[in-house]
């Protein structure tokens, strides 16, 4: 069985880490993937990531500025499908290899663009370096989130707590104030993610039409889809049930420190669990204490925040009793979510994991055997298959011109065919039906309904409580809600009919859960054999974790993100980014395999299942490395204990009055940095004399650096440094304030607004993604359980007296004046309380 892009030709002109990521998932599922470098060689080639990213790739070397070999490439590109490229905007029209251009010697072609910023942006011009992207959008603000708590910042109101100090042993983060900078390239990942879910949007598309199309996002973009939880604005904040205290600084996020010195993360951390179990001298492995048996779990109000301040010195005083293992164990036992925080080459060499596929071992030429990320979501009739190493910088190149020379003298490509089929959406006339619970699953279905099919989320009767919350409307938007209680076989039945008419079927639940409901893969099937149906998990599909409870956090614990971003290597402690891209990152890869198994279908009219995890997303958050079969690692940088930066070059800097970030990528970098801080002799000095002996003297390099720049405002700093052509940005706090309101955002939809019934005016991020022929669309606000249950009732025949009559006998629920809604006080009560709408 070949790969769902078997076949196809993809040209890669990108570097970095976005362009690569997105190439690798391409050549994972069978496209053949030709890396075209630059004659100079690629600025970023000694990164580890390279050997992860351009596996399965062929490599040719070709000057586009040379006749002969531009003429090549442009052939190759006549030949191909797919051509993904991160110059500066403006470059490839200099070089006449500009969408424009390619376009009208291949209309079939899908060409991805990743730029920083966009085109045509105030901001196009800026250096388009993770680090800076994320200062210049505020996404080093947002890692641990503001002590008010994100809803409040947003509408600059006060911080509730502001009388209560900030006890920075208790909270995540470095214990100091001010921006976190991360090791995880936020930036990147989120337009690796936007770019994939495009691409295979765009083939959909092309498969009905016959047109290729311009396919477009930025690191902007990427940063800004990781921030969609810190960056809502609501005319009403006090809404009922609306905020809490999760995305916030003050709150402790249920990081502990274990008797063996690791650490563990329980999320959401669980008192009588925690203090129960370590009462005696041995851990206390307990199904009993069950989370959603517990009345004292801590809830979601901002006032819990008190609460768990209060909790927090004895449950870390109860953690500390015993080792990790042995309270990750007793978690499993009672149904809890923890697990314990790894280092990347730790996770890699999960013998688990590796079982699974998410993880894969290849041979490389130049290192020996290395283990990296694996398939990050699988297709059941077109399986895909990690690739061998990556090549050797041109290592094909002969082959690739003799390849050019052949197709040179072939007939010229096919025009496009005109299907005289046109979609106005990518997903246009796809119907999905969401059965999943918390993030996850419903924002990889938001993202179906931003590419525009329609999303019916089926809710049960209880969801409202959920709904309610802040967290839930940044997964809900555009969907249509019905409310089934799905143990009344009437409302089964109803969704048995939405199975006949739907294309997707997509849910995050156990998967033993939905073969007990009858909603599994095999039953559902048989109902309408062309479905595609995915199932995303926690953790891998077989194994100790198959059945465990999972989360972001958990699974940012497994894959090595919470080390990384926490500067653990370097004495730092475990940080869980409110910019993550641990659940999101799962939804985008469920969009992904839906996206590509609908390419499929519209091919061979064949329905198949698809699944993936929250951990094989967040390995490909740390794919930026690998490691070795006896648990070590390349020589590489890795952030330090107070999350500033990865050495002087890279790193935040406090001014007088605020903080900049500089990233120094070459020699030209640093020499204008002396000069623009007049530290010439530094040049002189044996220390820094190379790149290499900088690292050797980083800190001395860092006191030095600190001290000139904190003798300056931050302006100033920046002001010195751009104008000397250095890469810098001021780490802004109040762009994700400003946001809403400014212009640009709101010309490029990556702001939206619209009203909602519960907390008024909202405003949350807009479209991740751009097409020229197919543009995505946001179809409405954050859904209200029950919302469409009649209006879809009534589309499967249902008479407005059954309707009523199924609302008063509670199998199904209808929001609107007069019915019954039925809503949780809290999480874990047994049962609704009615509450008329």
């Given amino acids: 069985m070949a790969g769902v892009l078997n076949k196809l030709r993809v040209l890669d002109l990108s570097w970095g880490i976005a362009g690569p990521m997105t190439t690798m998932m391409l050549a994972d599922n069978g496209a053949e993937v030709i890396r075209i470098e630059p004659p100079g060689g690629d600025p970023f080639a000694n990164q580890p990531g390279y050997k992860v990213w351009h596996r399965g790739k062929k490599s040719a070397t070709l000057d586009l500025k040379n006749p002969a070999d531009k003429e090549a490439f442009l052939t190759l590109a006549r030949h191909s499908d797919i051509l993904v490229e991160s110059y500066a905007p403006g470059t490839t029209r200099k070089l006449g290899i500009d969408f424009d251009a390619l376009h009208a010697v291949n209309p079939r072609l899908i060409y991805c663009s990743i730029t920083a910023y966009g085109r045509d942006s105030k901001h196009s011009g800026r250096p388009g370096y993770d680090a800076l992207v994320a200062a210049r959008v505020g996404g080093h603000w947002e890692q641990r989130g503001w002590p008010e708590g994100a809803i409040n910042h947003m509408s600059r109101r006060p911080d509730p707590f502001a009388d209560q100090e900030l006890d920075y042993d208790m909270v995540q983060g470095a ?65 009922e049930m609306f905020d809490s205290w999760i995305i916030g600084a003050r709150s402790p996020k249920g990081h502990f420190e274990c008797a063996d010195g690791r650490w563990v ?18 851990l206390d492995a307990n199904p009993d204490l069950r989370a959603k048996d517990d009345p004292d779990r801590f809830g979601t109000g901002r006032e819990e925040l008190l609460v768990m301040n209060y909790y927090q010195p004895m449950l870390a005083e109860a953690v500390k009793k015993f080792p990790a293992k042995a309270w990750v164990d007793a978690a499993y036992v009672a149904g809890m979510t923890m697990q314990e925080v790894r280092p990347t080459e730790e996770a890699l060499n999960d013998p688990s994991l590796l079982a699974d596929g998410c993880v894969a071992e290849t041979r490389d030429p130049e290192v020996g055997t290395i283990r990296h990320v694996g398939l990050t979501y699988n297709l059941e009739k077109t399986p895909g298959k990690v690739g061998g190493p990556a090549p050797r910088p041109g290592q094909h190149t002969a082959e690739i011109k003799a390849l050019a020379a052949e197709l040179a003298r072939q007939p010229a490509a096919p025009a496009a065919t005109t299907t005289g089929k046109k979609l106005k959406a990518p997903l246009e006339g796809i119907t999905v039906l969401d059965l999943g619970l918390a993030i996850a699953g419903p924002f990889g279905t938001q993202l179906l309904s931003d590419l525009g099919a329609r999303v019916i989320k089926i809710n049960a009767l209880h969801d409202t409580y959920w709904h309610r919350n802040h967290i839930a409307y940044t997964a809900n938007r555009g969907k249509d809600s019905i409310a089934l209680n799905l143990k009344d076989p009437r409302a089964m039945k109803v969704l048995m009919q939405l199975v006949e008419k739907a294309d997707v079927v997509q849910h995050n639940m156990r998967y033993d859960a939905a073969e007990r409901l009858g909603i599994d893969y095999a039953s559902l099937k048989k109902i309408n054999p062309r479905l595609i149906y ?36 370097r004495g730092g402690k475990p940080l869980w980014s409110l910019t993550s891209f641990g659940d999101t990152g799962n939804g985008f890869l469920t969009a992904v395999a839906i996206a590509q198994a609908l390419y499929h279908r519209e091919k061979t009219g064949e329905g198949q299942f ?21 648990g070590s690692g390349p020589k590489r940088q890795t952030l330090d204990g107070m999350q500033l930066g990865f050495h002087a070059g890279c790193r935040l800097y406090e001014t007088r009055d605020g903080w900049l970030c500089i990233t120094l990528a070459s020699e030209e970098h640093w020499d204008k940095l002396c ?3 007049d530290l010439a002799r530094l040049d002189a000095d044996p220390r820094f004399a190379s790149a290499e002996a900088r690292l050797e003297n980083d800190a001395a390099l860092i006191e030095i650096l600190d001290a000139a720049l904190a ?51 909202m405003e949350q991020l807009g479209l991740m993604f751009n097409f020229s022929d197919t543009p995505g669309v946001i179809q409405g606000p954050p859904l209200v359980v029950g919302d469409s249950t009649r209006k879809i009732m009534r589309e499967l025949g249902y008479s407005d007296a059954e309707i009523s009559a199924g609302c008063a006998e509670k199998y199904i629920m209808a929001y609107g004046a007069g019915e019954v809604q039925y809503e949780f006080r809290s999480p874990w009560q047994a049962d609704p309380v009615e509450k008329k709408a």
Wanted: aromatic share 8%; with cysteine; glycine share 10%.
């Fill in 711 to 761: 003798r300056l405002t931050a302006r100033e700093a920046f002001t010195r440094l751009d104008s000397a052509g250095v890469p810098v940005e001021i780490s802004d706090p109040e762009f994700t304030v400003n946001f809403h309101d400014d212009a640009e955002c709101k010309a490029r939809q990556l702001t939206v607004s619209y009203t909602h019934p519960y907390v008024g005016r």
């Fill in 175 to 239: 214990p100091r104030p001010g921006p976190i900078f991360p090791s995880s390239r936020w930036p990147s990942l989120g337009a690796c993610f936007c770019a994939s879910t495009a691409i295979a949007a765009a083939l959909r598309v092309r498969e009905i039409t016959g047109h290729g199309q311009w396919v477009e996002t930025s690191l902007m973009q990427g940063m800004l889809a990781g921030m969609l939880g810190t960056s809502q604005r609501v005319e009403d904040p006090d809404a």
């Fill in 265 to 282: 993360h329980n999320w959401v951390p669980n008192p009588r669990f925690l203090l129960k179990a370590s009462e005696g001298d041995t």
């Fill in 534 to 569: 995915c199932h995303s998990r926690g953790f891998e599909r077989k194994g100790p974790r198959s059945t465990a409870p999972g989360n972001d956090q958990t699974g940012a614990c497994l894959s090595g993100i919470q080390w990384e971003d926490g500067g653990m290597y």
């Fill in 675 to 677: 000069i623009a801080l």
């Fill in 610 to 630: 698809c699944d993936t995890s929250i951990v094989n997303a967040g390995l490909l958050n740390t794919s930026y490395t690998y490691a070795f079969p006896d």
